[in-house]
């Protein structure tokens, strides 16, 4: 009966992530991310970034997701397509059923031969996200801030 009963919480384990589509990134690898996560004996953590189409104020077309689970990912965002990037950290713990998630977004329209780099970090539960822009021919680096909209995109899942 346990394994029965494991087999099935598995099933359904697997199936939630489901509804998260994988982004397709341009040819143009114009955004790095550099993730640092760590959890604990009891915490699980887990990063991700989901990206969208901004087309007005409360306009969000969701694109895709990445799931941050390496030390450094490039991908590519569309050049002069407004774009909304939320970065989200997952929280679950090991041994109860609770879980937590905190959200950081940021909203810019990449130029075009520009390069974006997001240092994502979630360290004994101190999260940190910042990305920065370096413009064509490596001109000086400008900090991107965080985006409050008043509202939010959809759940992406």
């Known amino acids: ?26 040819g143009d ?5 550099r993730t640092k996560v760590s959890g604990s ?10 990206v969208y189409r901004l087309q007005g104020p409360c306009n969000f077309e969701y694109l895709g997701t990445v799931k941050l689970n390496r030390d450094e990912i ?23 059923n609770t879980s937590s998630t905190v959200p950081y977004s940021v909203a810019l ?3 075009l031969g520009a390069q974006y780099t997001a240092d994502v970090s979630y ?20 900090f991107i801030e965080r985006s409050k909209l008043n509202c939010q995109p959809p759940t992406d899942d």
């Open 74 to 96: 490039r991908l590519g965002i569309s050049p002069r397509q407004s774009t909304y990037l939320k970065f989200d950290f997952e929280t679950s713990a090991r041994f109860a």
């Open 29 to 33: 690898h114009n955004l790095l991310v």
């Open 123 to 142: 360290v004994d539960s101190v999260y940190s996200v910042v990305v920065r822009k370096t413009g064509p021919r490596g001109t000086a680096e400008r």
């Open 1 to 26: 009966m346990r394994i029965i009963i494991s087999v099935m919480s598995l099933a359904i384990a697997i199936s939630g992530c489901s509804g998260l589509k994988t982004y397709p990134s341009t």
């Open 109 to 111: 329209t990449p130029q």
């Open 41 to 50: 004996f009891s915490t699980k953590v887990e990063a991700f970034l989901h």
